[in-house]
């Protein structure tokens, strides 16, 4: 593993390999023990959209491990005023041991990594939402023991999130089935590697989606970017709500996942997040310890 650009790129060795080690470093930072596996180690962020859990997770993360963070807005790059992402690679990839970045488009979170000579994190685009999906697998693995087998189900937007999870959970042997409005899907990309996989359904009726779950997740329906197409979306998401008919139909244990920020009434109602809100946070927390790991498996000793 060279860099983290989308779960696509990953195999369910490398998925495990990451879990296993953020375990191991969550044991670690909660018993004291020191962990410092990146001392002398920089990591550059690249913000280009807004963020409350990556930038300090991320941040944290690295100080723990004895690195150092510099957070780099894109309104404070040469980015923002139109300097080429081939040639901020070239420079960057001189001063520090890694980047993590934030924007919009997959392409120019490729283009990185093809044109620098450090590992590439994705924090998120438009297209996947790995950091995220990693945490998620961990924390699912900690309440229900292991992963092989169990019913994921997806309700909601077929962006980042849906995109990131259907690819992480088939390669995990996960069943997964997600449900949203026909006209929004999942990528292309997704759906070809999915629809090669028996374990995979998709459907416009939520409730069989989460029929028999064992975690079901959802997301914002208007994605950071989407901010002019709210009004549509969620007349388009009106039935794609997490609530307790829907958890009803999901295997009485069920877990929820959501990986923040959450809008109560929207995507999920506000009594089945502050049921699941454990779950949820552990989630977030996660995003701390499966990063650190990331980092550790990327930037760390070869
Ligand atoms: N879940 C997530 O990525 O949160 P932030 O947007 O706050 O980083
Ligand atoms: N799908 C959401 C995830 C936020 C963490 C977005 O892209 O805004």
């Given at each position: ?238 039935g794609f709500q997490v609530n307790e008919e829907i958890m009803s139909a ?53």
């Open positions: 593993m060279k860099h983290l650009l989308k779960m696509l790129d990953l195999t369910s060795e490398d998925i495990t390999g990451i879990l296993n080690l953020a375990d191991q470093l969550k044991y670690e930072q909660k018993h004291g023990i020191e962990h410092r596996h990146l001392a002398g180690k920089t990591l550059g962020m690249i913000f280009e959209k807004a963020s409350t859990r990556t930038r300090v997770s991320f941040e944290v993360g690295m100080y723990q491990l004895g690195g150092l963070p510099i957070f780099l807005s894109v309104n404070d790059l040469q980015i923002g005023r139109g300097e080429p992402v081939q040639d901020t690679a070239r420079v960057l990839s001189r001063y520090l041991d890694g980047i993590m970045i934030r924007t919009f488009k997959q392409s120019e979170v490729e283009a990185l990594a093809q044109n620098g000579s450090i590992p590439i994190i994705n924090g998120l685009t438009d297209f996947s939402h790995p950091c995220q999906v990693l945490a998620d697998l961990m924390t699912i693995r900690e309440y229900k023991g292991s992963l092989e087998g169990l019913k994921l189900c997806f309700i909601g937007d077929g962006n980042n999130m849906m995109n990131s999870l259907i690819v992480a959970g088939l390669k995990m042997k996960m069943e997964v089935a997600v449900a949203c409005p026909a006209e929004y899907k999942p990528s292309a990309a997704v759906l070809d590697f999915a629809v090669t996989h028996p374990a995979f359904s998709i459907t416009t009726d939520p409730k069989e989606a989460a029929k028999g779950a064992d975690v079901v997740i959802t997301d914002v329906w208007s994605s950071m970017g989407m901010e002019d197409e709210e009004k549509k979306r969620r007349e388009a998401f009106k999901a295997k009485s244990d069920a877990m929820i996942q959501h990986c923040l920020p959450a809008h109560r009434g929207e995507e999920i109602t506000e009594e089945m997040f502050e049921k699941h809100a454990k779950e949820i946070f552990d989630e977030a927390e996660n995003r701390l310890h499966a990063q650190k790991a990331v980092l550790v498996t990327l930037l760390g000793k070869k």
